[in-house]
Structure formats: structure tokens, C-alpha cells
């Protein structure tokens, strides 16, 4: 023991300055910051340290959410205990496994795989339960991968958990084009008998890839009232489950086209939280609807390893090619600012990625 360094032998002194150096790039890692609201990369966030029952993944790319949009500008904090880096999805690679990490788990180092996470996705490395860890289907590459957990976990719980669509039944889904719209589109063509889907988005474009995704009906929000359309679709009888994003603007045409005992979730507020107007509850009662708001990212861990459990069920699905990603871009992490850019203004279709490696 020496009383500091200074008493050291010169070679040994030598060697542990050498040593540090060494060890400190392997102590940290690069991320991305979004303190004082500004987006930048940087080179000196610490590695998470492993808790029981946890999964160390180097990340390959992350999926980018309007969630990461709101946090970045300080209006959708965490949840208490999450890491304060952006970033809810990823894939990857299994690095290191903590102690409660059981072996039915099949998780071992080298694993591709894709989780679910409350946050830190915008990082070189993360750390997530491993019950919110799935691997990689055969057939989807490590970066498209990252294209999965939020948005078909969300449409999974939408239909299955939430709104309960049943076959034969009217489905009508805003933002059609966005990652989780054609994630809804796709899973309710493919896992119900006979549904009707009507998709709404701004351009011809969007529309087109909502049809080739499985959409029966498309609509043009910004030149036609999806409510009329719905309505002539369905023979008067309304859209059985709405899925919206908007929020607010839309409730008067919800009102207006949602069936005798419809259901209508709403999954965002990307237009406000407050109507325009008084709003008449007297459709409600009138149609028996039922309203019901959702979040992902709060729920307890219990109740996303329950969605991750249930989901897995369909990630075969991926290398049959009855699901599929639809990936608008990837960006290298570097060029975060000018991929959020892009979601802010509306101008992708599917999914945008951050990816380590192009």
C-alpha cells in the first residue's frame, strides 16, 4: 500500500496510469444526450451495471418512437428507476448475464436479440430484464429487428388486450402509415377472419403502403371526412374498434362513426387533449361505446413479460413472411438530430432506425 501515487516505484506507477487508460473506453460508452433539450452524441456515459435477473446488450440499432420526441423535449419523463437516456426498443447482442438469469430463459452470450425496454435504447449498450428480451426471428436481420418490440407489442395489445377485435368485425386505423398503424394492419389481417380495415393518412403514398400492408379501405384525411367514409363502408353500421392517435380533433367523427358498441382507444394526442367544443356524451350511452386511453411504457414489468410471452407466439410469423418490417430509414446514431426531424414532421412511412453500423 503506498499513501499516494507519487510513492509509488516509477514502473509500477507507470503501469497502473497505463492501465487506466486502458480500462477506462471499456467502462464507458457512447450515447445519446438530450440534456438542456438539445440532441447530441457523446463518449462518456457509464456501461450499465448489471442488476439480478438482467440482460447486457451491445446495441445494434433502435427504434424511434414519438415517445423519444416528447422526452427529448422534457414533456414524457421515464418511469421512476428507468435509465434517462431516450430509447424503448433495440436489437442487439447478448454481451453479459447477471445472476437471476435462469436457463429456460435460452439466453447466452452471442445471442442476436430484441427487447422491450423503459428506456437507455440510445446507447451502445443497455441493460433490460430479461423476460423483455425475444430473439431474433430466422429471416429479419439485426437492424430490422429493431423495427419490432414497441410497435407490434403496442398493436398486440391493442387488439387482443384492449379493444378485443373479434372476426368479422370493422377496424379503423388512424396513422396508418406509422410504425405501429401498419403493425395493427398487418397483425388483424392475419390473425382475424374477416375484419374490414379502413386506414386513414395524408398521401397517396401513405396510402399505398397501408393498402399493400392489408388495408381494404383507405382515406385521405386532409381531403375527405374519414367519418363519411367509414360509414359508406360499413352500410351505416360504423367501425366496430377505432384506433386513434390524434385525439381531441377526431372526437366529434368518432362519434359520428363508431358502431352500437364500439370500442375506441385512444393511443395518442398528437392534435390535443382538449375538444374544440362541449362535447355531447349523450352518443355514448346512446351506442354503449366504450373509450379507453393505453400507454405502453408504464406498465409493470409483470404485464409486459404477459404481452412479451403472448407475442412470441407470433414471431414464426416473421420468417414465413405473413408479418413483416416496414423500415422508413436508418440513420447512423450520429445524425439523431436529422431522424427526429423527420418524425416531427410527419414525413415517414413505417419505422425510422439509429443504428451503430451502416
Known sequence: HYRSLNCMPIGRRLLLRAFSVLLRPCLQMQSIDHSNGFLRLTIDAPIPVLKDGEVLIKVSAAGMNRLDLLQAKGSYPPPPGASEILGVEVSGTVVDLAHGVPANAELRKGDMVMAL?????????????????????????????????????????????????????????????SGVGLALIQLARTLFKGVKIIATAGSDDKLAVCRRNGADVTVNYKTTDFAEEVLSATNKKGADVIVDFIGAPYWEQHMRCIAIDGRLQLTGMLGGGVTPGPTNIGTLLAKRAVVMGTTLRSRSPEYKHCLIKEFSGCLPLFTSGALHVNIDSVYPFEKVVEAHERMKNSINVGKILLAWTI
Open 117 to 177: 425496454l423503459d428506456g437507455g435504447g440510445y446507447a451502445e449498450f443497455c441493460a433490460v430484464p430479461y423476460r423483455a428480451v425475444m430473439h431474433v426471428p430466422e429471416g429479419v436481420s439485426i437492424t430490422e429487428a429493431a423495427a419490432i418490440p414497441e410497435v407490434f407489442l403496442t398493436a398486440h395489445q391493442t387488439l387482443f388486450l384492449n379493444t378485443h377485435l373479434r372476426d368479422g368485425e370493422t377496424l379503423l386505423v388512424h396513422a396508418g402509415a
